[in-house]
């Protein structure tokens, strides 16, 4: 016997697959947008640095312990 079903309820199941896979999944979810978050972050700081004047290494330890 084949089932049959027609495309409005393949994509009510789809929908329904993809949200209990986010419900489920939504510890790794998070981390994946925050590191990608944490990325875009970065890059942007890099861009700016680049235009900016060069400092040495001790100045920026010096900055960081207070």
């Not at 790794?28 to 990325?39: G, K, Q, T, Y």
Request: negative net charge; charged residues 35%; glycine residues 4%.
């Amino acid at each position: 016997m084949e089932a049959l079903i027609n495309t409005n309820q393949l994509k009510e199941l789809l929908k329904a697959a993809l949200v209990e896979v986010l419900e489920e999944q939504r510890d790794l979810i998070h981390d994946i947008v925050e590191e990608a978050m944490e990325d875009v972050a970065l890059a942007r700081a890099i861009e700016a640095g680049k235009s900016t004047e060069n400092v040495s290494r001790d100045e920026v330890f010096k900055l960081l312990q207070g």
